[in-house]
């Protein structure tokens, strides 16, 4: 059974940086799709970004490429979210998620994994 957990959420002031982290545990084969995803209260679920850790490929929503960095510690089954420049309006529960195979769209539907979350606040 694949199970994730997330860590590295906090509070933190506008303009500064966190570093979510998401450890899969469980999984077979090494070549699959991990995907971050955010919920803000009231508002639906948005997704992030996603990695293909295979081969290390990377694809950002389009809202916060400059912003937001993935990448991956395959040695530690572990798959970072990096995020500069935060804003308040990044203020959500963050959520790393995984399917086995090859990314497609980074919807929720596609992925069966989930994370508990993690919250990241930000203040003005």
């Known amino acids: 059974q694949v199970q994730l957990v997330e860590s590295g959420g906090g509070s933190v002031q506008a303009g500064g940086s966190l570093t979510l982290s998401c450890t899969v545990f469980?999984?077979?084969?090494?070549?699959?799709?991990v995907g971050w995803f955010r919920q803000a209260p009231g508002k639906e679920q948005q997704g992030v970004g996603q990695?293909?850790?295979?081969?290390?490929?990377?694809y950002y929503a389009d809202f916060e490429k400059d912003r937001f960095t993935i990448s991956q510690d395959s040695a530690k089954n572990t798959v970072h979210l990096q995020m500069n420049m935060l804003k308040p309006e990044d203020t959500a529960m963050y959520y790393c998620?995984?399917?086995?195979?090859?990314?497609?769209?980074?919807?929720?539907?596609?992925?069966?994994?989930w994370g508990p979350g993690t919250q990241v606040t930000v203040s003005s």
């Open positions: 990695i293909q850790t295979g081969v290390g490929s990377v």
């Open positions: 469980g999984y077979t084969d090494s070549d699959n799709c």
């Open positions: 998620a995984f399917q086995y195979g090859s990314c497609r769209a980074l919807r929720p539907s596609f992925f069966r994994y």
